[in-house]
């Protein structure tokens, strides 16, 4: 079979981590009958430099929609003023309302912890993350927070259903309801009632966000899947990629109802762009992901197989010492794709 995927190299370091992910997924689907079709197309910065009129180009957005998967870059989003986020506006445009982040331990990735394994689930449209700020007089500003029953019923729908199918035990909600009452309220009200009426052979369990940091920190091993809202999910994914080895191994999903855009969690990281260092194991880590779901979701063996093989290759890559330097190697992006291929 072949596969349409787009693919969206973004800004910084994307252009580099994305073509040795695709690398590494094309020698990986040369042992198998089946292939991806790679339709490129850009976002972000990279757009506007290359002549669009728009951050999120139209024909972008049309093009995940024909296709219904996207492996996607970082997009650069500046600090305190200038445009608003590409990645924000693409999850909203095709509401991609369900983020998938797993966090594993990785053998010869020496951290502080050992055997975590914990998947955050992050409500992708709305909490702070709408961005609707206003200044309401000099010095005075407002950011509205939003929470619908309808969005936080789908997402803790989308996490037990999760947590079910990978044989999770147990889905924490992360919220903070005893001051924002009637948000995290409704959040977790929700998650509650849709616990009770089909889930119930999923523990579940609500933590208030502050205590629950501590308790990640001190024993994420008591942990399955972390529901999150938009803010709290944000910031909770780079808090336990640092659990695994930091930001260069940790992938991540955007789905919604028809589409599904597959990117690592970190960003643009522009201290290191251009100069071929970045670590590409996790937005490859999100390609295995894009080509498990691709699996799943046309029967084709030969995509589930690939991913098998990837994942075997870079856990025995990294095993035998293979590492780029955030990880405390000396390999270069290229090098370390190439030390992946070369153990299929
Ligand atoms: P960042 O994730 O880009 O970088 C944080 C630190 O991690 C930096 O020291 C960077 O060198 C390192 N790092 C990140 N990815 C790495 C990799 N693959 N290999 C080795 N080291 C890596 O976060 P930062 O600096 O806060 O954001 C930079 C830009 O990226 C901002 O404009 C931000 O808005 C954007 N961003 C975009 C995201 C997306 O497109 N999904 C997600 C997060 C941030």
Redesign the pocket.
């Known amino acids: 079979m072949e596969h349409g995927c787009v693919l969206v190299p973004?800004?910084?370091?994307?252009p580099e981590?994305v073509a040795a992910a695709r690398r590494i997924i094309d020698a990986s689907l040369a042992n198998e009958g089946s292939s991806i079709r790679w339709v490129e197309r850009d976002a972000?910065t990279a757009a506007l430099e290359k002549g669009h009129d728009s951050l999120l180009p139209e024909d972008t957005v049309t093009a995940i929609k024909e296709e219904g998967v996207a492996l996607?870059?970082?997009?650069?989003?500046?600090?305190g003023g200038g445009f608003s986020?590409?990645?924000v506006a693409l999850r909203k445009t095709l509401d991609l309302y369900g983020a998938v982040r797993p966090v594993r331990s990785l053998d010869g990735v020496e951290t502080r912890y050992r055997d975590v394994d914990v998947v955050v689930v992050r409500e992708n449209t709305e909490g702070l993350y709408a961005g609707i700020e206003n200044e309401i007089t000099p010095g005075v500003v407002t950011s509205l927070k939003v929470a619908t029953d309808r969005a936080c019923r789908r997402i803790a729908k989308f996490a037990f259903t999760y947590a079910r199918d990978r044989g999770i035990g147990r889905v924490t909600a992360f919220h903070k309801a005893n001051i924002m009452k009637l948000s995290d309220g409704l959040f977790i009200r929700c998650a509650r009632e849709v616990h009770e009426a089909e889930f119930t052979d999923i523990e579940y369990e609500e933590l208030i966000i502050d205590a629950a940091c501590m308790r990640l920190v001190q024993d994420p091993s008591r942990f399955g899947v972390l529901l999150c809202e938009n803010l709290y999910g944000d910031v909770v994914s780079d808090l336990c990629a640092g659990f695994v080895g930091?930001?260069?191994v940790t992938p991540g999903a955007n789905f919604g109802e028809k589409n599904a855009v597959f990117?690592?969690?970190?960003?643009?990281?522009?201290?290191?762009a251009g100069k071929g260092?970045?670590?590409?194991?996790?937005?490859t880590m999100s390609g295995v992901m894009m080509l498990n779901h691709l699996s799943v979701k046309t029967g084709d063996a030969d995509m589930g197989r690939a991913a098998s093989r990837i994942r075997d290759a870079y856990d025995r890559a990294l095993r035998e010492g293979a590492r780029?330097?955030?990880l405390g190697g000396d390999l270069g992006t290229e090098a370390f794709a190439d030390a992946v291929i070369e153990r299929f």
Do not use: F, Q, R, Y
């Open positions: 973004g800004d910084g370091i994307g981590v972000g996607k870059g970082p997009c650069t989003t500046p600090i986020s590409v990645n930091g930001l260069g990117e690592a969690v970190h960003g643009s990281a522009p201290d290191i260092l970045a670590n590409p194991l996790a937005i780029t330097g955030d």
